[in-house]
């Protein structure tokens, strides 16, 4: 079965069950002092189970769905059957450490959703494909266009936003995302060059 498609199963899963279960919820969010004081590091992996609210999920959901179908073929080529289950933890490990460092005795700050990872896998697929063709709220843009909005867009709200969005862990999942796939396969650069240099607009199926 697609990697895909089981990450997005447990995820929908879970987040619907916590939508309902405040303790669930409180089990399973980033909370720094519980890693820091009580050793509870499933909690930077779990986080990701979990949504604010059935719109935070089906924008992950959907993005994952997307981008990880034309992804998980390259990871687990390289990496065995649990290739990309194994990127896509990575993804919500180091997308969410910066945060937990800045903030490990900080007993108000809580965090939740998989957005640090679907960006990394985001941000993987534009390093391959550069000109493929993303809708954004109904406007198609390529894909590299969209990477240096989104890059701009973030750096700006982690600095000056005020939405309690956790725009600094988009911002660490995609580079994540970037340097995994090369670490992984060196060439990529060359086929990102290659590609930059000769746009081919195509959308993605």
């Known amino acids: 079965m697609s990697s895909t498609l089981v990450i997005l199963a447990i995820t929908c899963a879970v987040s619907f069950i916590a939508f309902n279960n405040a303790e669930l919820i409180r089990q399973l969010i980033l909370w720094p002092p519980a890693i820091s004081r009580d050793k509870q590091y499933y909690r930077l992996i779990t986080y990701g189970l979990i949504h604010a609210d059935a719109q935070h999920l089906l924008f992950n ?17 390289y990496l ?8 896509y933890v990575g993804g919500l ?17 809580r965090s939740l959703g998989a957005s640090g990872a679907v960006s990394a ?9 550069p000109w493929a063709t993303i809708i954004v709220f109904v ?5 590299i266009l969209y990477a240096v909005m989104y ?4 750096f700006y709200m982690e ?8 725009h600094g862990a988009h911002l660490w999942g995609a580079a994540y995302g970037i340097v995994f796939t090369i ?15 000769h746009p081919a607009f195509r959308i993605l199926p």
């Open 61 to 77: 959901m959907i993005t994952l769905y997307f981008f990880g179908r034309s992804m998980e073929g390259l990871y687990n080529g």
């Open 80 to 87: 065995g059957p649990f290739g990309f289950a194994i990127f």
């Open 93 to 109: 490990i180091v997308s969410i450490l910066p945060t937990y460092l800045r903030n490990r005795d900080n007993s108000r700050y």
């Open 121 to 129: 896998v985001l941000f993987a697929f534009i390093l391959l494909q």
């Open 139 to 143: 406007i198609p843009l390529p894909a």
């Open 151 to 154: 890059v701009v867009y973030t």
């Open 159 to 166: 600095r000056h936003g005020v939405d309690n969005i956790n």
């Open 183 to 197: 670490l992984m396969e060196p060439r990529v650069i060359g086929v990102f060059l290659r590609s930059l240099a």
